[in-house]
């Protein structure tokens, strides 16, 4: 079975702190996603990464940016957080872009 | 237009009936769409895909397609408690999935 892992189920930090979200899959997929997911919107791509150090912008890349140095991991940093983007963060990896395998969500919460 | 929509609200259906999904999308190019669950409090996980239009079906549920009229629909036969989640509609676009908001639907026992 695909296992996508997120770091932490449950985040609290404070307005203008810098955050990292990680995710690691153990399927050796090539592609990785970061969405976040909020009530009325739906899921929305932030970033996204096809290769080890290449990464394309999202739908909503503001305020965030991202890392894969290694296939199996992608992280999702939120340079200085702020209140909007408390969110459902969710993590998926698939070899082909169709068919993800999420992880099981961050709920991070700013305050 | 958004580029995947999803406008019906919060479907409740007794066990046992047909519950019925429809999404439409605005990229009359797209060949490509997938249906993902979602269970309360869960991620979302792929169930259906389908590529040529008319009919498919797995078990359950028959993903229908008509790329004419540019929408997707979902089937859920015979009803189940457990069928109970959001379905979210998605197409895929170059490298990247395109997403819906969701349907909700709820089964009464």
């Known amino acids: 079975d695909v296992k996508v892992t997120q770091s932490s189920r449950y985040l609290v930090k404070r307005t203008g702190e810098k955050v990292f979200l990680e995710c690691v899959q153990d399927?050796?997929?090539?592609?990785m996603f970061w969405y976040r997911q909020d009530p009325g919107l739906g899921l929305r791509l932030i970033y996204f990464?096809?290769?080890?150090?290449?990464?394309e912008k999202g739908d909503i890349p503001e305020g965030y940016s991202v890392s894969r140095e290694k296939k199996e991991r992608f992280s999702l940093i939120l340079e200085s957080a702020s209140t909007n983007q408390t969110s459902m963060y969710l993590c998926?990896?698939?070899?082909?872009?169709?068919?993800?395998?999420f992880g099981p969500g961050t709920r991070l919460t700013v305050t | 237009q958004k580029e995947v929509e999803q406008n019906s609200g919060p479907l409740s259906v007794p066990e046992g009936a047909i519950a019925s999904l429809n999404c439409t999308y605005s990229?009359?190019?797209?060949?490509?769409f997938f249906w993902y669950r979602q269970y309360s409090g869960k991620s979302p996980e792929l169930i259906m895909f389908?590529?040529?239009?008319g009919d498919k079906e797995d078990g359950r549920f028959t993903a229908q397609l008509n790329k004419a009229s540019q929408y997707v629909s979902l089937l859920i036969r015979d009803s189940q408690p457990s069928d109970s989640a959001t379905y979210l509609c998605?197409?895929?676009?170059?490298?990247?999935?395109?997403f819906g908001k969701g349907n909700q639907v709820v089964v009464i026992p």
């Open positions: 998926a990896s698939s070899f082909l872009p169709e068919e993800q395998y």
């Open positions: 399927m050796d997929h090539e592609n």
């Open positions: 990464s096809y290769d080890v150090k290449m990464k």
């Open positions: 990229d009359r190019g797209s060949q490509s």
């Open positions: 389908i590529y040529s239009n």
């Open positions: 998605a197409v895929l676009r170059g490298n990247r999935l395109a």
